[in-house]
């Protein structure tokens, strides 16, 4: 408290100002199953076949008519059905088919009795369950009907996909090329890691955690490395990454006093707003566009970075590159601890999640100041504080974000 924050962007207006803008802006092509894992499907996928294409069993047992069974009497095995080998000979009446799981069930079978419910005694086979009809059958199309949507467009490819592609007999799927960003750093007290620091120096972490968090979206980097504040070597930075990327993102010399600087020269390139975000860890923002390039000012702060990027630049890069984008579940669980919060902003404090006696339980890290990174690695979810809640007491309800697809 103690701030006016009656000006500060509310978090859903700044992602909702940023997707409307946005739209896909990768290519597609064709390639090999494998080689797709990771990428986004640039079209629905409809089914070329029915799954299953064939009736066939779901147990080992024996296929019958039910108007062969007569309770007691047993039926003669007349052959034997393997998966990949049908049955072909005659079926008289009076008599069952041996069958296995997957095997196409013959024709005019009602129902597979499963093993367990006979008793066999050389090739006559006593069924000890009446059967219903249908049972232990899976019928042709019942998973997926042909020409049945499997996959939408902007699924991102999964190894949860791969086998049911395979299934449907898909060799080669088209799916968009990968997002371009460029990155870098900026700060003359910025050193890479390699180096030793002099007084006063720091290593940049910030693209360490951008770049990793770019590689989990299957996006591809050009990191650019680290810009001193020198507005020249920044404008030179601008325009490479504006003539080689589809996307910057930068981090830092977004906050007041740099804002200025950076301001000036973004302005003369391109058209980028600077906004105040109402959340907190990650107040300062830049965004929009340079003459090809769409360009995201990160703040300097490691855990702002990470939680900005996270929360707002996610979302927008998956929107650029096709890919459809869900936000992962909030869940409501009692903090353990009381919380430190003043009204004005959304808070996104890093949390640890257990499961305790009664339900969820959530304890914090400890210091949320946003230069702590242990606090973000130690955490396994986001306690999400609504902007107007005050101070949280220990046995209240909060709501829980466990790390999703980019934190874990
Ligand atoms: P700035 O937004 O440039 O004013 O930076 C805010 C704070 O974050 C300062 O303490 C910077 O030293 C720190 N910072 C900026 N960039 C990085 C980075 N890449 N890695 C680690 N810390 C950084
Ligand atoms: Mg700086």
């Known amino acids: 408290m103690g701030f006016d924050t009656s000006g500060l962007l509310p978090l859903s207006d700044a992602l909702q100002g940023m ?14 199953l494998p080689d797709a894992l990771g990428r986004v499907l640039a079209c629905d996928i409809a089914s070329p076949l029915a799954v299953p294409p064939f009736d066939n069993s779901a147990m080992d047992g024996y296929a019958v008519r039910l108007s062969d ?25 009076g008599h069952c088919v041996r069958i296995m799981t997957g095997a196409p069930v013959p024709a005019g079978t009602d129902a597979v009795v499963m093993q367990e419910e006979t008793q066999a005694d050389g090739d006559r086979i006593t069924f000890l369950v009446q059967p219903e009809p249908g049972q232990n059958i899976r019928r042709t199309g019942s998973d997926i009907g042909k020409g049945a949507c499997v996959l939408p467009a902007g699924t991102r490819l999964t190894p949860r996909e791969m086998p049911l592609l395979a299934s449907l007999g898909v060799a080669t799927v088209a799916v968009r090329r990968p997002l371009k960003v460029a990155i870098f750093s900026t700060g003359d007290e910025l050193k890479p890691v390699g180096t030793p620091l002099a007084h006063g ?30 507005p020249a070597q920044l404008r030179a930075a601008f ?46 923002f830049a965004f929009g566009r340079l003459p090809r390039a769409w360009f995201f000012g990160l703040p300097g702060n490691p855990v702002s970075a990470m939680v900005t990027f996270d929360q707002l630049v996610q979302p927008a890069l998956a929107k650029l590159a096709g890919q459809r984008f869900e936000r992962p579940l909030q869940l409501q669980a009692v903090t353990t601890e009381p919380l430190k919060k003043s009204p004005g902003r959304l ?57 999703g697809g980019l934190l874990l």
């Open 69 to 93: 069974l007569t309770a007691g009497t047993p039926l003669i095995m007349a052959g034997k059905a393997f998966a990949g080998q049908p049955y072909q000979g005659e079926w008289p009446t």
């Open 347 to 403: 808070d996104f404090q890093r949390g640890i999640l257990s499961q305790g006696p009664n339900g969820l339980e959530v304890r914090s890290t400890g210091s949320q100041d946003s230069a702590v990174f242990s606090s973000l690695s130690r955490a396994n979810c986001y306690i999400v504080l609504e902007r107007e809640r005050g101070r949280v007491a220990a046995g209240e309800t909060v709501t829980v974000e466990p790390f």
């Open 19 to 32: 997707l409307e803008q946005l739209a896909c802006c990768c290519d597609s092509e064709q390639l090999p």
């Open 239 to 284: 325009i490479r990454a504006d003539e080689e990327a589809d996307v910057l993102i930068t981090t830092g010399g977004v906050s007041v006093g740099e804002a200025d600087f950076t301001k000036q020269l973004l302005d003369e390139l391109g058209e980028i707003g600077f906004w105040k975000l109402a959340i907190k860890p990650g107040k300062p």
């Open 201 to 230: 120096d720091i290593y940049d972490s910030n693209r360490y955690g951008v770049r990793a968090m770019l590689a989990r979206m299957g996006c591809n980097c050009l990191d650019l490395g680290i810009i001193p504040d020198d």
